[in-house]
């Protein structure tokens, strides 16, 4: 079961808000696409983005995928865990799997994003 | 045809199974405006005796089975006798990639025990599965540091190897990297003085050679502790890596801040032949926090799903196939071979053998250098401790070594000299004999001695190969 | 020892290194050496790496000992033997491809297509402006972008057709004043000849433009048509596939680069040159070269085995290699198709591409196809290349195959089908027959173990 509490993007990366602040992972359909993931490249506390950018990438043992951040914001934190244990994305990619905190700088951004029932669609959709 | 085993009868049968009825039919793809309806102008076919006569008689033209006391980046050392033996098995020379990990577990781990090796001798924590050569290698590492810096300033020794500086430019030109050189003392190394002046907080590294190119050995750990104390990376590059068994390893020092960072070169010396400037083999070796941006190869240690441990090659998302225009580098092959060779070396000569490998240089080399200060007119040049080779200045000529006065001529009538542990009492007694004679001109040019070479060699090569279509322009 | 050297610029010992008898040695790497599949086993049938059956004169040779211990760097009086070896070569593979000037110098091909790339950029500067982009198909090997980009380009891909081959109306809404050149493989890596190839270089030479040609598939063609001829500017060729230089489980290689006249300035020095005697030099002083592209002139033990090739089949048996690498594909194809989903209808060249679309019903896929090969005895295919078809399976037979070795690979093949679809376990915990299994690559990549530590 997807979450409800959670936005997503296209690029399968999800967001959840509570107050100013966002937490980003991706999902568990991205976890399995991409199979074993063996590292996680995730940019430093203090880095800004603008919504769309990419800020950091992930990877399996053969392929390489750049993460997209869903809403503008400041990273305030980082999941640490993720450097010794990457497998914690494949394992729980909605709680111990996250991977960025940030501090939005515009709460009015989200209005792109998909809910979970719409994401569920939209994966559907891309299987056929 | 010796190399094609299908027989005529076979070739019938398998055009039948395609449904086609000749050879030619398989190529309709190809549109008759680009087909070549001539044969290629290529000698005639050459039978075994007939190819083992024209390759014998070329080698033949080359000389220096002698000592030439000639080093400048490439050594000969003894080569022991079961490294030969042992890359002759097709099962390691005939093999690819070890992209099959479950067939290839013998070229793995002799690639892990390399990058053992290497590591433990430059003092680093890691090592690649070798690069194409020293001078590659070093191009790779300014790469590598201008990923991890994001810096694109570089500070060169000019005693790196004449030849590696000038493919680091290459390399650099279109990528925004900027090279300044730092002169050499009068002791024949880096100026520190200059070096000190010249490093700011924009430079990504620092890089030097030890041994350098004239034979002297750097303090690469002071070069080290400098550039760290402004910013910069640094890196080493080794060409003689017979040196590494003897002299402080550059990635080795009781304080971080004095360990290089990035330790690159080149591993011919450890038992893979001059072979006229190839294959060799690099290695680069580094810190582990720099492992992902390392270009190259690597195999790791692993399981298989049993349990077993297995070797495997690993973190291939670097690289080209996987990362593309994106990669740490667009290299693809590494040298395995060569590099199976330097682990044969090693494993064969043991620590103790090693170590005394470099004493014999470094001995005979100090003999030679003395015998000529003492014995000739020619002047040694540069004081600084030295391994196994040194810089002449000459009055008259020399035959011996490399003369300088395309890379540093500035030096003016200067040769670099090399004096390893394949060289005999007798011989180096020899060269010194001669060079005391040599200091006046000599009587015969060089390019008549060529001529002479070239007009006997011509009637051999006629009789050998009458079909050598390339005769012609002789 | 201490008078001449000063104790703090020595190490004190090397750890974790044993003292080991030459039986101990020996035996290790014999041993290690057993676990291996290698060419002179049976079949490799690598698409797009050209395993042939390595000559063992050419090893003799490479071995004289004149070769062996000549130094670059020697007065060229003492060397013309390897200079006259290294123009031999030159000349040679200047006639296969149809091009007028070659360098030996490049170490492998990823090093061959850097140092065209580097020269068609040398090009365009001496003609006012290097240009922006290379155009590469979607097709080609990793390395080409990897290669354009450090060479400071910007890489477009361009689309392929139906056929398989580049898109022609794609292409020529993409060529514009800002293309530096084209790279293209040809037959491309799905076996298939652009047969468009003549348009294509026209429609790039009319805006100014170059065609690179990567010529890791030349051995489909020699003697029967020139990349020169179909209008390629700058090819490299790899020695290691074409010309049977021994892969060495994975290099030395060697990449040398042919190019037409107008680039021959910049080729990298130094070039072999000969005196109006006849005498063979290094020429340094070419001012318009774009440097060097590695120490000293390329991996010469290779150029030597090359050589020796070239001159063991002469013209004719290049071109019966040629035909016969494309009849030995094209036997597999016609075997296999009916089993196996072919991924392009066109024409098979020296190598045929299925997918594993029909396995992939029941959960096998290609690596597990792979995988399975070996319990049979054969190496796998090239797997999952190109990108462009999903589950590729990538076969090159070369012309060093018997049909008997053939047929042995096409009932492996057959039985692999079959048990796929009745036993699809035994095909993805395959292979059951080797030393270690198949390998948790994953737990490799997330804690790397690089390296031996000493206890």
Same mark, same amino acid.
């Given at each position: 079961?997807? &979450?409800?509490?959670?936005?997503?993007?296209?690029?399968?990366?999800?967001?959840?808000?509570?107050?100013?602040?966002?937490?980003?992972?991706?999902?568990?359909?991205?976890?399995?696409?991409?199979?074993?993931?063996?590292?996680?490249?995730?940019?430093? &506390?203090?880095?800004?983005?603008?919504?769309?950018?990419?800020?950091?990438?992930?990877?399996?043992?053969?392929?390489?995928?750049?993460?997209?951040?869903?809403?503008?914001?400041?990273?305030?934190?980082?999941?640490?865990?993720?450097?010794?244990?990457?497998?914690?994305?494949?394992?729980?990619?909605?709680?111990?799997?996250?991977?960025?905190?940030?501090?939005?700088?515009?709460?009015?951004?989200?209005?792109?994003?998909?809910?979970?029932?719409?994401?569920?669609?939209?994966?559907?959709?891309?299987?056929? | 045809?010796? =190399?094609?085993?299908?027989?005529?009868?076979?070739?019938?049968?398998?055009?039948?199974?395609?449904?086609?009825?000749?050879?030619?039919?398989?190529?309709?793809?190809?549109?008759?405006?680009?087909?070549?309806?001539?044969?290629?102008?290529?000698?005639?076919?050459?039978?075994?005796?007939?190819?083992?006569?024209?390759?014998?008689?070329?080698?033949?033209?080359?000389?220096?089975?002698?000592?030439?006391?000639?080093?400048?980046?490439?050594?000969?050392?003894?080569?022991?006798?079961?490294?030969?033996?042992?890359?002759?098995?097709?099962?390691?020379?005939?093999?690819?990639?070890?992209?099959?990990?479950?067939?290839?577990?013998?070229?793995?781990?002799?690639?892990?025990?390399?990058?053992?090796?290497?590591?433990?001798?430059?003092?680093?924590?890691?090592?690649?599965?070798?690069?194409?050569?020293?001078?590659?290698?070093?191009?790779?590492?300014?790469?590598?540091?201008?990923?991890?810096?994001?810096?694109?300033?570089?500070?060169?020794?000019?005693?790196?190897?004449?030849? =590696?500086?000038?493919?680091?430019?290459? =390399?650099?030109?279109?990528?925004?990297?900027?090279?300044?050189?730092?002169?050499?003392?009068?002791?024949?190394?880096?100026?520190?003085?200059?070096?000190?002046?010249?490093?700011?907080?924009?430079?990504?590294?620092?890089?030097?050679?030890?041994?350098?190119?004239?034979?002297?050995?750097?303090?690469?750990?002071?070069?080290?502790?400098?550039?760290?104390?402004?910013?910069?990376?640094?890196?080493?590059?080794?060409?003689?890596?017979?040196?590494?068994?003897?002299?402080?390893?550059?990635?080795?020092?009781?304080?971080?801040?004095?360990?290089?960072?990035?330790?690159?070169?080149?591993?011919?010396?450890?038992?893979?032949?001059?072979?006229?400037?190839?294959?060799?083999?690099?290695?680069?070796?580094?810190?582990?926090?720099?492992?992902?941006?390392?270009?190259?190869?690597?195999?790791?240690?692993?399981?298989?799903?049993?349990?077993?441990?297995?070797?495997?090659?690993?973190?291939?998302?670097?690289?080209?196939?996987?990362?593309?225009?994106?990669?740490?580098?667009?290299?693809?092959?590494?040298?395995?071979?060569?590099?199976?060779?330097?682990?044969?070396?090693?494993?064969?000569?043991?620590?103790?053998?090693?170590?005394?490998?470099?004493?014999?240089?470094?001995?005979?080399?100090? =003999?030679?250098?003395?015998?000529?200060?003492?014995?000739?007119?020619?002047?040694?040049?540069?004081?600084?401790?030295?391994?196994?080779?040194?810089?002449?200045?000459?009055?008259?000529?020399?035959?011996?070594?490399?003369?300088?006065?395309?890379?540093?001529?500035?030096?003016?009538?200067?040769?670099?000299?090399?004096?390893?542990?394949?060289?005999?009492?007798?011989?180096?007694?020899?060269?010194?004999?001669?060079?005391?004679?040599?200091?006046?001109?000599?009587?015969?040019?060089?390019?008549?001695?060529?001529?002479?070479?070239?007009?006997?060699?011509?009637?051999?090569?006629?009789?050998?190969?009458?079909?050598?279509?390339?005769?012609?322009?002789? | 020892?201490?008078?001449?050297?000063?104790?703090?610029?020595?190490?004190?010992?090397?750890?974790?290194?044993?003292?080991?008898?030459?039986?101990?040695?020996?035996?290790?790497?014999?041993?290690?050496?057993?676990?291996?599949?290698?060419?002179?086993?049976?079949?490799?049938?690598?698409?797009?790496?050209?395993?042939?059956?390595?000559?063992?004169?050419?090893?003799?040779?490479?071995?004289?000992?004149?070769?062996?211990?000549?130094?670059?760097?020697?007065?060229?009086?003492?060397?013309?033997?390897?200079?006259?070896?290294?123009?031999?070569?030159?000349?040679?593979?200047?006639?296969?491809?149809?091009?007028?000037?070659?360098?030996?110098?490049?170490?492998?091909?990823?090093?061959?297509?850097?140092?065209?790339?580097?020269?068609?950029?040398?090009?365009?500067?001496?003609?006012?402006?290097?240009?922006?982009?290379?155009?590469?198909?979607?097709?080609?090997?990793?390395?080409?972008?990897?290669?354009?980009?450090?060479?400071?380009?910007?890489?477009?891909?361009?689309?392929?057709?139906?056929?398989?081959?580049?898109?022609?109306?794609?292409?020529?809404?993409?060529?514009?004043?800002?293309?530096?050149?084209?790279?293209?493989?040809?037959?491309?890596?799905?076996?298939?000849?652009?047969?468009?190839?003549?348009?294509?270089?026209?429609?790039?030479?009319?805006?100014?433009?170059?065609?690179?040609?990567?010529?890791?598939?030349?051995?489909?063609?020699?003697?029967?048509?020139?990349?020169?001829?179909?209008?390629?500017?700058?090819?490299?060729?790899?020695?290691?596939?074409?010309?049977?230089?021994?892969?060495?489980?994975?290099?030395?290689?060697?990449?040398?680069?042919?190019?037409?006249?107008?680039?021959?300035?910049?080729?990298?020095?130094?070039?072999?040159?000969?005196?109006?005697?006849?005498?063979?030099?290094?020429?340094?002083?070419?001012?318009?070269?774009?440097?060097?592209?590695?120490?000293?002139?390329?991996?010469?033990?290779?150029?030597?085995?090359?050589?020796?090739?070239?001159?063991?089949?002469?013209?004719?048996?290049?071109?019966?290699?040629?035909?016969?690498?494309?009849?030995?594909?094209?036997?597999?194809?016609?075997?296999?198709?009916?089993?196996?989903?072919?991924?392009?209808?066109?024409?098979?060249?020296?190598?045929?591409?299925?997918?594993?679309?029909?396995?992939?019903?029941?959960?096998?896929?290609?690596?597990?196809?792979?995988?399975?090969?070996?319990?049979?005895?054969?190496?796998?295919?090239?797997?999952?290349?190109?990108?462009?078809?999903?589950?590729?399976?990538?076969?090159?037979?070369?012309?060093?195959?018997?049909?008997?070795?053939?047929?042995?690979?096409?009932?492996?093949?057959?039985?692999?089908?079959?048990?796929?679809?009745?036993?699809?376990?035994?095909?993805?915990?395959?292979?059951?027959?080797?030393?270690?299994?198949?390998?948790?690559?994953?737990?490799?990549?997330?804690?790397?173990?690089?390296?031996?530590?000493?206890?």
């Amino acid at each position: 079961m997807t &979450p409800d509490d959670l936005l997503f993007t296209k690029e399968h990366e999800w967001l959840r808000i509570v107050g100013e602040a966002g937490t980003i992972g991706i999902s568990d359909h991205a976890q399995k696409e991409l199979g074993d993931i063996v590292y996680v490249e995730l940019p430093k &506390p203090g880095m800004k983005f603008n919504s769309g950018e990419p800020f950091g990438s992930v990877e399996s043992v053969k392929a390489v995928s750049e993460l997209f951040i869903p809403v503008s914001g400041e990273v305030i934190e980082i999941n640490e865990d993720l450097g010794a244990a990457p497998e914690k994305i494949n394992e729980d990619p909605y709680g111990a799997g996250w991977m960025i905190r940030i501090r939005l700088s515009n709460t009015d951004e989200t209005g792109d994003l998909m809910s979970a029932e719409e994401y569920d669609e939209y994966i559907q959709e891309a299987a056929e | 045809m010796r =190399y094609i085993p299908n027989s005529e009868t076979d070739r019938k049968q398998m055009l039948a199974e395609i449904g086609a009825d000749s050879i030619e039919r398989l190529f309709s793809d190809i549109p008759e405006n680009v087909r070549l309806r001539r044969l290629l102008n290529l000698p005639k076919a050459l039978t075994e005796p007939e190819l083992l006569d024209y390759f014998h008689a070329r080698a033949a033209e080359v000389s220096g089975r002698g000592t030439p006391f000639i080093g400048a980046g490439i050594y000969r050392h003894h080569i022991p006798i079961i490294i030969d033996a042992l890359i002759s098995r097709s099962e390691f020379y005939t093999a690819y990639t070890p992209y099959q990990a479950e067939i290839a577990q013998g070229t793995l781990q002799a690639i892990f025990e390399f990058q053992t090796y290497i590591a433990q001798l430059t003092g680093m924590d890691v090592a690649n599965a070798s690069l194409y050569d020293g001078s590659t290698g070093l191009a790779e590492a300014v790469l590598m540091a201008q990923r991890i810096s994001k810096k694109h300033k570089f500070l060169i020794a000019r005693t790196v190897h004449p030849e =590696y500086r000038a493919v680091v430019d290459t =390399y650099a030109k279109n990528l925004g990297i900027h090279v300044e050189l730092i002169e050499y003392a009068p002791d024949g190394r880096v100026d520190m003085d200059r070096l000190e002046r010249q490093i700011g907080q924009d430079v990504a590294a620092v890089v030097v050679q030890s041994p350098n190119f004239f034979g002297t050995i750097e303090h690469t750990h002071d070069i080290s502790e400098l550039a760290h104390s402004r910013g910069a990376l640094s890196i080493v590059n080794v060409c003689e890596a017979i040196a590494l068994g003897i002299l402080k390893p550059p990635g080795e020092d009781a304080s971080e801040h004095r360990r290089a960072d990035i330790v690159v070169g080149e591993a011919q010396s450890f038992g893979v032949p001059p072979s006229f400037g190839g294959p060799h083999v690099g290695f680069l070796a580094t810190r582990e926090r720099y492992i992902r941006q390392m270009p190259g190869r690597l195999v790791g240690l692993g399981r298989d799903y049993s349990g077993r441990p297995a070797f495997v090659l690993t973190l291939s998302t670097r690289e080209q196939h996987i990362r593309r225009e994106k990669a740490t580098s667009n290299i693809c092959t590494n040298q395995s071979l060569c590099a199976l060779m330097a682990t044969i070396y090693l494993a064969t000569v043991g620590p103790k053998g090693l170590r005394e490998i470099c004493e014999h240089n470094i001995l005979k080399a100090d =003999y030679a250098a003395n015998e000529i200060r003492n014995r000739t007119r020619h002047r040694l040049i540069f004081s600084a401790p030295r391994f196994n080779e040194f810089v002449l200045k000459v009055q008259g000529q020399c035959s011996f070594g490399l003369s300088l006065s395309r890379f540093y001529p500035e030096l003016g009538n200067a040769f670099l000299l090399c004096v390893t542990e394949t060289a005999r009492r007798h011989e180096i007694d020899a060269m010194v004999q001669r060079l005391a004679i040599t200091s006046a001109p000599r009587l015969t040019c060089r390019s008549t001695s060529v001529l002479c070479l070239k007009k006997a060699r011509l009637v051999a090569a006629r009789s050998i190969c009458r079909h050598w279509t390339f005769q012609r322009n002789l | 020892m201490s008078e001449i050297l000063d104790a703090n610029l020595l190490r004190e010992d090397l750890p974790g290194m044993s003292e080991l008898s030459e039986v101990d040695v020996v035996r290790h790497f014999t041993r290690l050496s057993t676990w291996n599949y290698h060419i002179d086993l049976g079949l490799y049938p690598l698409g797009s790496c050209t395993m042939k059956y390595n000559p063992k004169i050419n090893e003799r040779i490479a071995r004289l000992q004149g070769f062996t211990l000549a130094h670059p760097y020697l007065p060229a009086a003492d060397i013309q033997g390897a200079l006259e070896i290294q123009k031999a070569l030159e000349t040679c593979l200047a006639e296969i491809s149809g091009m007028d000037a070659v360098t030996l110098q490049p170490a492998a091909g990823a090093h061959g297509e850097l140092t065209g790339i580097l020269m068609i950029r040398a090009y365009h500067e001496s003609r006012g402006h290097p240009r922006k982009k290379i155009l590469i198909p979607d097709s080609a090997h990793g390395t080409n972008p990897a290669s354009a980009a450090i060479s400071g380009y910007v890489i477009e891909t361009v689309p392929s057709n139906i056929r398989g081959t580049v898109d022609l109306g794609r292409l020529a809404a993409s060529v514009n004043e800002d293309v530096a050149a084209i790279m293209i493989t040809n037959p491309n890596t799905l076996g298939i000849f652009e047969s468009d190839i003549a348009k294509i270089s026209e429609l790039l030479h009319s805006r100014g433009a170059l065609v690179y040609m990567d010529g890791a598939n030349l051995n489909a063609m020699m003697g029967i048509t020139r990349p020169g001829d179909f209008g390629v500017d700058v090819l490299h060729i790899n020695l290691h596939k074409t010309f049977t230089t021994p892969h060495g489980g994975g290099g030395p290689g060697a990449g040398p680069v042919a190019v037409k006249k107008m680039l021959e300035p910049f080729l990298p020095y130094p070039v072999v040159a000969k005196t109006a005697e006849g005498a063979y030099f290094f020429e340094y002083e070419r001012p318009q070269s774009i440097g060097k592209i590695k120490a000293y002139n390329g991996h010469f033990g290779m150029h030597l085995r090359a050589l020796c090739y070239i001159l063991a089949n002469g013209a004719e048996g290049l071109k019966e290699a040629s035909e016969i690498a494309v009849l030995n594909a094209n036997y597999i194809r016609a075997k296999l198709k009916d089993t196996y989903a072919l991924a392009y209808e066109s024409p098979s060249l020296h190598e045929v591409v299925f997918s594993d679309r029909l396995q992939a019903r029941k959960d096998v896929h290609v690596w597990d196809i792979g995988k399975r090969l070996i319990d049979y005895g054969f190496h796998p295919p090239t797997v999952s290349f190109p990108l462009i078809v999903p589950g590729a399976i990538m076969i090159e037979p070369t012309e060093t195959e018997s049909k008997q070795e053939l047929d042995g690979f096409i009932e492996a093949m057959l039985a692999i089908a079959r048990e796929a679809d009745e036993t699809p376990e035994t095909v993805k915990t395959a292979p059951h027959t080797t030393r270690v299994g198949r390998i948790d690559e994953a737990a490799a990549a997330r804690r790397p173990v690089l390296r031996w530590k000493p206890e």
